[in-house]
């Protein structure tokens, strides 16, 4: 069984990799843009967010300006697909691989620790509760006012015009949709979520690394995969609730895994153990949906 220490660190990390979810949920589900920049946009968050805390600035202001350097990035991966004709896949990688550049010239180091500066969780220390719950309280809150304006976007005009570019390009641009404009906002929107998670990973963790983003993308997969697998995303706002609930049992599954003596697995297997979870989240609804099948011709 996990501690109550252990539980609450897993709902902590969980709801800012539902943060991830939400920006890969936007690429790979409503644009079918496979968008491998997440990699490079978490660290960048967390770089901008931490540099900007230590020279002075309001946690919340760095965080603000972390978003906006992850719609930059991602951005640009947008741009040099439909710009440049390049690959969708491919343009992820070339701007992922710069941005380790890009995040290591702005922190001038691999990293920059945290642990003596105020951040976003600085104030909510002193509303008495225990030390363990504030990040969870206030990251809750966060993941759950992203939620509500992401399901506000995606049933406005422009989110419609988002969703009907992803669905069937050619339909949206006999309709007079700008699906370039279109794929260009989205993925930014995308990466600048995924900034937010980098941010307020830093500030949680008290530390920026240049390596934090390696995969990011795998983990936001096994999240958004896995919280399908439990609640299946018949509209918008169920697949959003989907992909921090998923997020969440990723966390605890991963913690769960570590801490169960007999299995014994290590803190090195973490990768494995998410590739299983990623494998098992794929395999389990085909495999239910086939039993199903079965059972009905049965009976018949």
Not at 64 to 93: D, Y
Not at 96 to 107: D, E, F, G, K, Q
Not at 182 to 210: C, P, T
Request: proline share 3%; net charge neutral; glycine share 8%.
């Amino acid at each position: 069984m996990l501690s109550e220490i252990a539980l609450y660190g897993a709902f902590e990390t969980g709801l800012i990799y539902g943060l991830v979810a939400f920006g890969i949920y936007l690429s790979f589900r409503v644009l079918h843009f496979p968008d491998l920049t997440v990699d490079g946009s978490f660290p960048l968050g967390a770089a901008v967010a931490a540099v900007l805390i230590i020279g002075g600035y309001n946690p919340w202001l760095a965080t603000g300006v972390a978003i906006l350097a992850g719609m930059a990035a991602g951005a640009v991966t947008a741009i040099l697909n439909v710009r440049l004709n390049i690959l969708n896949l491919l343009a992820s990688i070339l701007t992922m691989i710069a941005l380790y550049s890009v995040n290591l010239r702005i922190m001038d180091k691999p990293n920059i620790a945290l642990l003596t500066e105020d951040t976003v969780l600085t104030p909510w220390y002193d509303l008495g509760l225990e030390f363990h719950e504030v990040p969870v309280l206030l990251f809750f809150i966060v993941a759950m006012v992203v939620l509500f304006l992401l399901w506000r976007f995606m049933q406005s005009e422009t989110g419609l015009a988002m969703r009907a570019t992803g669905a069937n390009p050619r339909m949206a641009r006999a309709q007079g949709i700008a699906t370039g404009w279109m794929i260009i906002l989205g993925i930014a929107l995308s990466n600048g979520l995924v900034a937010l998670a980098g941010a307020l990973f830093a500030q949680s963790q008290g530390a920026a690394d240049v390596t934090m983003g390696v995969g990011v993308i795998v983990v936001g997969l096994a999240s958004l995969i896995g919280g399908e697998a439990v609640m299946a995303p018949r509209n918008v706002l169920r697949a959003l609730l989907a992909c921090v609930i998923g997020a969440i049992l990723y966390r605890i599954a991963i913690a769960l895994a570590l801490n169960a003596d007999f299995i014994g697995l290590k803190t090195q297997d973490l990768n494995l153990i998410t590739a299983v979870l990623v494998t098992l989240a794929i395999v389990l609804p085909n495999a239910r949906h086939s039993i199903k099948n079965f059972l009905s011709r049965s009976r018949a």
